[in-house]
């Protein structure tokens, strides 16, 4: 097997050399990755100037790796069109610093890496470590692991994302891994009003996580209760549901082909 690996953290960060660590018994691993951080970048491309690339040597690891200075996107795009030779077999991002949880997923540099994969036809999975005082990412690694050995023989479509995320206990707190649906995260008042020493009004991103009851199978819940979520994304946002409402509201007014 052939993995492209990826994140936002940026390509020197712990939790991008643990993946790739985890995933070497498995096959070829391939890395290209931002050459610094990139986190909240959601799904966006570079179009205005050139991606310049450059070929590092990980600590402590034998494979072979890319910085790009573009964001989490670009480097999937560009590795699976031209820096890896043949299509990979897999897009593994992560292992995130902090969890990629309910509607959080829009703005996360490390899913939109892998939903790019799964746009380019290949399978994908992402991997977050929920936040704590410290940030041990070995059993992340074993849970990509584990994933590997579970996909590897199934039909998994590439229109299917598999989102991962680890609770950031003490490996014998965790209490298995949970099949969970996206839940919906929100924040109190998201600015901070500021004002610069020449009397600008400035705002900074400071917005805090609104505690609500959730269903027990949401990815939120998973994970506060000490369960790996594991969380099947489709990255095609049609709402199937409102086709028809949207017919019968008069927006369709041509005849169909």
């Known amino acids: 097997m052939k993995f492209l690996v990826s994140n936002?953290?940026?390509i020197q960060s712990e939790g991008i050399l643990q993946l790739a660590?985890?995933?070497?018994?498995?096959?070829?691993?391939?890395?290209?990755?931002?050459?610094?951080?990139?986190s909240a970048t959601g799904h966006a491309i570079t179009m205005s100037r050139p991606l310049r690339v450059r070929k590092v040597k990980l600590p402590g690891l034998s494979v072979e790796a890319y910085a790009i200075d573009?964001?989490?996107?670009?480097?999937?795009?560009?590795?699976?069109?031209?820096?890896l030779e043949g299509k990979p077999d897999y897009v593994f991002?992560?292992?995130?610093?902090?969890?990629n949880l309910g509607t959080d997923v829009l703005y996360s540099g490390t899913v939109s890496a892998a939903?790019?994969?799964?746009i380019m036809g290949v399978r994908s999975a992402a991997?977050?470590?929920?936040?704590?005082?410290?940030?041990?990412?070995?059993?992340?690694?074993?849970?990509?692991?584990?994933v590997v050995r579970i996909l590897r023989d199934k039909d998994l479509t590439p229109d299917t994302l598999v989102n991962v995320n680890i609770p950031n206990v003490p490996e014998d707190q965790i209490r298995g891994m949970m099949v969970t649906k996206l839940g919906h995260r929100k924040y109190s008042k998201n600015y901070e009003k500021r004002q610069d020493p020449r009397g600008r009004t400035y705002y900074w991103l400071a917005g805090e996580l609104i505690e609500e009851p959730l269903d027990w199978d949401m990815d939120i819940?998973?994970?506060?209760?000490?369960?790996?979520?594991?969380?099947?994304?489709?990255?095609n946002l049609t709402s199937f549901a409102m086709l028809d409402t949207f017919r019968k509201w008069g927006f369709e007014n041509s005849s169909r082909p």
């Open 70 to 83: 573009g964001t989490p996107a670009d480097c999937v795009k560009l590795g699976i069109d031209e820096l």
């Open 115 to 118: 939903v790019e994969g799964c």
């Open 93 to 99: 991002t992560g292992i995130n610093r902090g969890a």
């Open 127 to 146: 991997f977050s470590l929920l936040f704590g005082e410290t940030m041990d990412y070995s059993y992340a690694g074993k849970v990509a692991a584990e």
């Open 21 to 38: 660590a985890s995933l070497m018994p498995f096959g070829e691993v391939v890395v290209a990755a931002p050459d610094m951080e990139r």
């Open 221 to 235: 819940e998973a994970t506060k209760n000490h369960y790996v979520s594991i969380t099947p994304l489709d990255y």
């Open 8 to 10: 936002d953290d940026g």
